[in-house]
């Protein structure tokens, strides 16, 4: 195909333009060969005569999809304004910074902060291949630090650009993407040093300029060093030309060096009180630029960070204040005046300057000496020394020179202390060096420092053209393309003319040398040796400057000042008064051959490091080296280095000199693209084959180009080949590599352009076709609308003619009617008018009438009552006076009827009537005192028998010292031993002392807790009330307001549940971490601490095993019961408070809490539902009643409650006076006490079984009279049991009531007859038994309305599916009989098919038990057998004649009780069968989760046989066991699957059999039989949970790490739905080293799904709960969710329309999964939505306003800054879409402003859920459990 071809019409192209550079032009008239214009049209519409030539004709433009490209290599025309037009869409369009150039990555400096160099990109871009994501600097670190990982090579990152394109900063993030994810493992935190060296060097080596606040003022080169694990190590830093002349000078809005301003803006602090600063402005050296403040930024803030990073780097407090001395030396250098004297050739100091007195101060040196030589200088001839006055002006250059000699001095010590403080003495394996050079720099006047500059960027072009040269070779070699040369600029020569011998170099330090050197002779000497040379030229207008051609512009340079920097002079007199400083950091500055640079790294370099900068020399020594030798030799060893590495480019663009964020200046964009390279790279790309594609996209996405016949064929390469060959005729266009095809530049283009006409053709075809189709139906739509208005035309003229006729007779009628109606109405009117004057004249008059009536009324009724007053008056006054006199009077026969009755209570015939209800009473009374009798003896039985053994032990006592005495005859041990005795009486005493202590805590707790629990009650009454409040408010509210309510506070309480679940679990989660990090350092010291002598023990306990080794004993328990007491005082308290940890008695005792608010909380609900169901049930009764009832109950409860524990609390006293008495008293007096004490326990206890025995006859004897009273009654009462019952009892209450009442009269006579209380103990009784009955119906009805609930229920069920049905046959019914027939087809076989799943489920539930029994039976099968074959052994043995026969007696084995007994020395051998050496895979046939069962009935032994100690063991080695075991599997996902059901398993059983009424709800009678019985284990279930916790998080992690490398290739890249997605050209960086050649790392979703099956099957086998389950796959697919998300938001060539299509069905495919599985409900397709709403984003049009609020209403799972970063990454895979318009996204943005969404843009793939783990009881008791013989545990015996 011809060139001039291409340029046909519709072609866009560029031409050049002076304000935009190149502008975009189209082609409006073909062009042919010889035309010398070409017609274009611009942009705004404007038709332009273009002059061209053949030779000379536009740069072509890329088609639309081309454009916005991460990589400039796979745009199809490569040129200049192709690359400016692509950054430029990507920087202002989509806001992306980054851009890759091959093997380059361009960065344009935003001049904002962006959210994208969050830890959380880190991660997302960590283990990514370079060309997978998204441009970034942390793809260029990666790749770095994967290549130096695989090839075990070093590697270079060489970041530059001009001042201000943001160097400094691409560094940084480079540095930090290595400090994170290469963190030391180690201690020593070398991550943060080598971050924290930053702030140090920005402050003494950056500055402000016109071009950038932050700007650079040296190159440096930081080596990071690696070990063999590739963590960090080290770090060394190497500088490079620093800028000394901006100490003294600063032009106009630039400023001095950081470090000056941060200091001067922290004056005011008291430790600097003798530095004598003020404000900058008062200094000449940080004034001249005219403001010294930068917006934005704190120096003081800034300076803190400076003294934190030296700290950190650990340069001490006094180091530190020397270093602030000299800078502040050098600001007070600055302000001393200097003075000119008469003649002009001398000068002089002012007397007495104070600047000049603090300089001196402040470095230690002497004033008079500084005094002279800043004024003076000395002269050596060969005879002679001179001292020589010098100028003002010489002078003020000796005094700047002096300050930046200083200063550059102290800025190498800083540096040299930085890397002693980053230097380790670790064996270095590799290095990563990152390079921060000054770019390319051309100003109006160009000196010394910007042609070095522009000499050190001549080097690093020339190293990297011929790295870029090497790779092009490398990749057509390895596809076997003929390699032809490229020819590439090589800047060799313009190197030699500056480095050359005789060069621009050599000839400026043989200037340096000449006596009377000066810049013109200098510069003379460059005209006549280069004058020929083509990369010097002298400029035509000047005779002191000379021009350069660099490789990337010609730069003049002015010849002035370039000797006296080269030469650096510092006079020697300044510097020997400086050596001779009393401080010795100021002195140390300024020796001669002192090495202060760290030893280099001992590592396994592939280099030398040598120092940058050689050691300074005396200035005036003849061979002290020019700063031009230095520079170069310091270059050379830069490149070296660079050389041995693999370089890795960073190229930073300055997008505006005016820093205004997200503005590109094109002019200034080509000049720095024209500078650093990347046209360079463009140019050798596009001389070879720059596009690549291949086979298998080449195919997909140019098959349209093919026919049918190519498409048959199933090699591709073969079909590509052939279509290559029929469309582009020229084969030097193209060439077939192994797996590429390559293209020269121009041919994707054409190929594109190919593709596009056939599609346009095509569409040109459908939409002829369908625009015939559609005026076809629109005139048949035309003609049979016509006819139809004809129609209606025709009938409306009808219709309407009749209507004119009907119409007017009707309004003949209703003039009739109308004239009839008005003259009605008048008439009336007047009627009514006529009526309403007589009835209000009548009204008046009967007014008057009544008024009169009403006033005779009112005077009868005031006589009336006025009468009736004073004849009441009178009655009461009459009435008072009988009372009186029957008062009296009736006293006076009480008198007398009460004398009557003592004389009969005194006669014999009164006690006969008592006596027949106390004979019963008499007898049992005689029963009770026969008991009591015996129990005394028994007590005095064993009492006699305790003193028995008791004084024979005395006596045993006794005799053995008798004999000690007689054997001993030494003093001394009869001394000592009184001395022990003394001691353990001590002991004896401060234990009992320490006890009184527990008791006095004990005691002041339990008040507390009553406090509490008072404070609870109150609360109580308080919420009741509320209650009440609350349900009189509910009756007003509606069920939807109430359940509305309910939902929301169940959330909120649900939310904050998940919170504190969350905290913990993180707390947890960092507890597991921190023990890990504790067993690693473990072993690291025991492997180098293996020296001889003293040895740390390794300790694999545990921290329940390492506390104490003594038995737990509860805290709650100690004081309870005396059995508790007795305990402690044996044990101790001391070790009894160390058996467990700190945390976990805080743990037990917020558990202890936390219960206790529960049975509170508990039983104030069940006293609400109790309250609530008696005020549904009790009628109301008289409210005085009810206060009579409440007030006797409440008096005799208190009466009741406050004997009971005066009972109970003279027991306990005299049973712990019975026990302190007998530890303290002798013998003898033991007996007496005990007796005594005996006696009146048992005379209390007699008297307390007394009061019982009343008690009861009298409840007996008041229930007999109820029940006599009930039965007169009227039957109708059993209806009503309850109200019933309540009336029975209200005239007991009523009598007992003001019987009390009577009581406060008369006491003598109550107490009489209620001395003990009997009546109102009876009373209670007679009250619960009705209570019972109570509680027993109440029953029977709950039970009869649960019954009638499920009935209910049924029946509702029942009519839902009646609807149903008649739904159906409504629906079946409006079809035609034909779709009726269908319709019920259709609804039987859905009937069917859901029947046959069901039965489907139940055959498998069927067929697995019957798989279950059958192994069962096989194993029972093999035991007969066994017994069979040992019976038929033994037998022939019972046959031989010869052998006697012995007779045994056979012991009766009892039922297995689901216990296994172990001796404690088989306790490490079982730990090892049962879970250091067991595989899964031998207990696979057995029961699920065997080993807890084995665990739990050892246990169960263990507190059978109240072995404190062996459970503890036990549990304790469990423990560390399984965390040994998990520790050395932690990638294995079946053995921690395995272990988390079992640890679960185990965690369920200490629950299910503890005893608990809240965990035994769904046990069986057997599995209650089973419960442990002495031991409260509730710490280790916490302990088990916590280790539940942490296996669930590394199961979680394992199942992660095996799914993360499959999600983005089967979730974004695989074609689930083939031939949907379209290919784009890709670029160089698909190329990327890091990517294994001929690996397919592809994964489809298939494998997906069958790794989450395999994970699942894995969980379902080992018996997992299914709660448990859910919960992992919620986690997994929140994690599937967040790695595609993440990618999408950072990858363009996924953001499409066809990977949204793509995304919504793999999508869906896992949803149906979840279903599928039955795990819908876990909640895990909901953390699958913003990913959902991400698709839909994608699939969404994206134009009118409509859309955007679509857009904003659906995807609601993003945030705001998600949706914009989709929308900006939008690329159109096929040129018939449309980008995304920026006014489209800015209308996004402004509506979603309001949203208040978290600041991060990635979703954080790390997040846990917190893990719930409910109770689970299991349904095997313990009895049945088999334990197979390959578990090797036969040393286990069943119990």
Known sequence: MSVYELYSRYTRVWIPDKEEVWRSAEIIKDYKEGDKVLQLKLEDESVLEYPVAPASLPHLRNPDILVGE????????????????????????????????????????????????????????????????????????????????????????????????????????????????????????????????????????????????????????????????????????????????????????????????????????????????????????????????????????????????????????????????????????????????????????????????????????????????????????????????????????????????????????????????????????????????????????????????????????????????????????????????????????????????????????????????????????????HSSSQHFKKPRMSNISFIIIHFADKVEYQCDGFLEKNRDTVYEEQINILKASKYQLVADLFQDGKDLVP??????????????????????????????????????????????????????????????????????????????????????????????????????????????????????????????????KDPDKFQ????????????????????????????????????????????????????????????????????????TKAAICLQKQYRMIRIYRIYQIIRRSAITIQSFTRGMFDRRAYRELLCQHKAKVIQKHLRGWIARKNFVKFRCAAIVIQCYYRRMMARRELKQLKIEARSAEHFKKLSVGMENKVVQLQRKIDEQNKEHKDLKEQLASVTLTRTTEVEKLQKQLEKQRQNQQDDNQLSSLQEEIEALRAELAKSKDERKITEDLYMNEKQQLQQRISELEDENTQLKEDNEELNKRNLIRTEDELTQSALKENQEIQKDLEEERARYQNLVKEYTRLEQRYDNLREEVTIIKQSPGHRRNPSNQSSL???????????????????????????????????????????????????ERKKLQNQLDKKEQQENKKSQVIETVNDTDRDTDIAYNNLKRQELESENKKLKNDLNELRKAIADSAGDTDPNEESSGYTLLLNQLKSALEELEVRKEEVLILRTQIVNSAQKKDSEKNADSDANWTNSNKEMDQDDAIEAYHGVCETNRKTEDWGYLNEDGELGLAYQGLKQVARLLEAQLQAQSQQHEDEVEALSDQIEALKEELEKQQQVLLQAMQLSPEAQVEFGLQYEITRLTNENLDLKELLEKSEKNEKKLKKQLKIYLKKVQESEGSADIIQPERKRPELSRQVTVQRIEKDFQGMLEFYKEDEPLLIRNLILDLKPQLISTSVPCLPAYILFMCIRHADYVNDDQKVHSLLTSTI???????????????????????????????????????????????????????????????????????????????????????????????????????????????????????????????AVIRQLNLLNSIMCEHGLDPEIIQQVFKQLFYMINAVALNNLLLRKDVCSWSTGMQLRYNISQLEEWLRGKNLHNSGAAQTMEPLIHAAQLLQLKKKTQEDSEAICSLCTALTTQQIVKILNLYTPVNEFEERVTVSFIRSIQAQLQDRKDPPQLLLDSKYMFPVLFPFNPSLITLDTVHIPDSLSLKFLNKV
Not at 1109 to 1137: C, H, Q, R
Not at 1536 to 1552: D, I
């Open 599 to 728: 030893p280099t790294p001992s590592g396994k370099s592939k280099i030398n490091v040598r120092p940058a900068k050689p050691a300074i020399k005396n200035a005036n020594k003849e061979h002290k080296k020019t700063v031009g030798h230095q520079f170069r030799n310091s270059l050379q060893l830069l490149m070296e280095t660079l050389n041995a590495t693999t370089p890795h480019y960073v190229r930073c663009i300055k997008p505006n000199d005016e820093k205004l964020a997200f503005s590109f200046d094109p002019h200034r964009a080509v000049q720095q693209l024209r500078a650093c390279g990347v046209l360079e790279t463009i140019r050798i790309s596009a001389a070879g084959y720059p596009s690549r594609w291949t086979y298998h996209d080449f195919f997909n996405r140019y098959r349209v180009l093919m026919n049918k016949r190519d498409l048959s064929q199933s090699d591709k390469k073969i079909t590509c080949k052939n279509l290559m060959e029929n469309l582009i």
């Open 70 to 529: 991460n990589d400039l290599t796979a745009l199809s025309y490569l040129h200049e304004p192709a690359v400016l037009h692509n950054l430029k869409v990507r920087f202002l369009e989509s806001n992306h910074i980054y851009t890759y150039c091959g093997i380059v990555l361009v960065a344009i400096n935003p001049y904002e902060p962006l959210p994208i160099y969050g830890e959380d990109v880190i991660y997302a871009y960590s283990g990514q291949n370079m060309g997978d994501m998204d441009p970034h600097i942390f793809a260029v670190a990666e790749e770095a630090y994967k290549q130096m990982a695989r090839d075990e090579k070093n590697q270079s990152i060489i970041v530059s650009g001009e001042s201000g394109a943001g160097k400094t900063v691409s560094a940084k993030y480079a540095m930090r993407y290595f400090a994170t994810v290469g963190g030391s493992s180690s201690e020593t935190n070398v991550e943060e040093k080598v971050l924290a060296s930053s702030p140090i060097m920005e402050a003494i080596g950056n500055a402000k300029t016109t071009r950038n606040d932050n700007s650079s003022r040296f190159g440096k080169y930081i080596q990071i060093g690696f070990d063999k694990r590739y963590h960090i190590i080290g770090a060394n830093m190497r500088t490079y030309l620093l800028e000394k002349s901006r100490v003294v000078f600063q032009a106009e809005d630039e400023r001095n060096y950081h470090i000056f301003y941060q200091l001067c803006a922290s004056s005011r602090l008291p430790e600097f009180a003798d530095l004598s600063l003020s404000q900058a402005e008062d200094f000449f050296y940080t004034s001249q630029g005219g403001d010294t403040v930068i917006d934005g930024v704190d120096d003081a803030d800034d300076f803190e960070k400076t003294r934190q990073a030296f700290t950190l780097l650990g340069v001490k407090e006094s180091h530190q204040m020397s270093i602030f001395n000299i800078i502040a030396s050098i600001l007070h250098l600055g302000n001393i005046e200097i003075i000119s004297e008469r003649d002009g050739e001398s000068s002089s100091l002012l007397k007495g300057d104070k600047y000049l007195n603090n300089f001196c101060t402040l470095l230690g040196v002497e004033h008079d000496q500084m005094d002279h030589w800043l004024c003076h200088r000395k002269l050596v001839t060969t005879s002679e020394t001179y001292v020589k006055n010098m100028s003002i002006q010489q002078a003020l250059n000796a005094r700047n020179a002096l300050a930046k000699h200083i200063y550059a001095q102290l800025f190498n010590w800083i540096v040299q202390h930085v890397n002693k403080a980053l230097h380790t003495t670790s064996k270095q394996h590799s290095f990563i060096g990152v390079l921060d050079i000054y770019g390319f720099e051309t100003f109006e006047i160009n000196s010394f420092e910007q042609f070095c500059i522009n000499y050190a960027n001549e080097k690093l072009q020339q190293q990297f053209n011929s790295h870029v040269f090497k790779l092009e070779q490398e990749e057509y070699m390895k596809e076997q393309i003929p390699w032809t040369l490229i020819d590439f600029y090589d800047n060799q020569p313009c190197i030699d003319l500056i480095e050359a011998k005789l060069g621009i170099l050599d000839l400026l330090d043989e200037e340096c040398k000449v006596p009377k050197g000066t810049d013109q002779n200098w510069a003379q000497k460059l005209y006549d040796r």
């Open 1105 to 1155: 095993e390492s506390d104490s080794n003594y038995p737990s004993i509860s805290t709650s328990e100690i004081g309870d019961t005396e059995d508790t007491v007795m305990e402690v005082e044996e044990v101790g308290l001391e070790k009894a408070a160390m058996d467990m940890t700190l945390f976990l008695k805080l743990q037990k005792r917020v558990r202890e809490l936390e219960l």
């Open 736 to 807: 077939f590599g192994r797996t590429k095809i390559f293209f020269r530049a121009g041919q994707v283009a054409y190929l594109e352009k190919l593709r596009a006409d056939k599609f346009r053709a095509a569409t040109i075809m459908i939409q002829k076709t369908v625009r015939g189709w559609l005026q076809r139906l629109k005139y048949k739509r035309m003609k049979a609308a016509a006819i139809t208005i004809q129609r209606y035309t025709r009938g409306y003229l009808a219709r309407r003619l009749t209507d004119h006729l009907r119409k």
């Open 1520 to 1646: 560390n066991g399984i965390k040994k075991v998990l520790k050395k599997q932690n990638e294995d996902f079946q053995m921690t699957s395995f272990w988390l059901s079992n640890s679960s398993r185990l965690l369920h059983c200490l629950k299910q059999y503890s005893g608990d009424e809240g965990f035994m709800t769904s046990n069986s009678s057997k599995q209650n039989d089973h419960c442990l019985r002495n031991f409260d284990l509730t710490e280790y279930r916490q302990v088990l949970s916590d280790l539940s916790i942490q296996i669930y998080q590394q199961l979680i992690k394992i199942a992660e790490g095996l799914l993360q490398p499959m999600i983005v290739s089967a979730m974004l890249e695989n074609e689930s739905i083939q031939g949907l997605s379209g290919v784009k050209p890709t670029g160089y960086r698909k190329r990327s080293s890091s990517m294994v050649d001929g690996g397919d790392n592809s994964y489809s979703l298939e």
